[in-house]
């Protein structure tokens, strides 16, 4: 028998969502998706910007993820920004909910990979960062790139 590769490759990011959110917490779901939908993500046609997750019903639920349709796929593609279940456990689902149940707080998907085969999304609790914070953050980005500059020019000499 073959043995599977358990090398995770990233198939997706939402790069916006660590600059749009503090990242509180993260976890690793999986991902209620048809054969057409799975060989377009294979080929690197998803987009996770904008999207975010809601819990309804006890059940948490992808929104806004573009998977462009399967160009081979004919018939059995299905809509591309539909709602998509995420597979979590009960006691999960209900960490979740009590973080989103706070006010600021927000479910954001921030990859898409495959591990196994199957394909995974990392979920993540994320909290809203003002203006103010996202310049801050900014800020203290560049003051360091400029600290490994000067540092990098005095091993030079």
């Known amino acids: 028998m073959a043995k599977k590769n358990s090398t995770n490759k990233s198939l997706a990011e939402n790069r916006k969502a660590r600059h749009d959110y503090f990242i509180e917490e993260s976890m690793e779901c999986g991902v209620e998706l048809v054969g057409t939908e799975v060989k377009s993500i294979r080929l690197g046609k998803a987009n ?25 796929g004919n018939i059995f593609n299905r809509d591309s920004l539909r709602k998509r279940k995420l597979l979590l456990h009960k006691d999960e689902i ?64």
């Open 94 to 157: 209900r960490k979740l909910d009590a973080y989103t149940s706070q006010k600021g707080y927000t479910l954001v998907p921030l990859s898409l990979y495959l591990k196994n085969g199957r394909v995974k999304v990392q979920l993540s609790v994320g909290r809203g960062k003002k203006d103010y914070d996202k310049r801050d953050v900014m800020l203290e980005k560049a003051a360091k790139r400029e600290i490994d500059r000067q540092m990098k020019d005095r091993m030079r000499q």
């Open 48 to 72: 996770l910007k904008d999207s975010y997750a809601e819990i309804v019903n006890g059940e948490v639920f992808m929104c806004n993820v573009h998977i462009s349709p399967y160009e081979q």
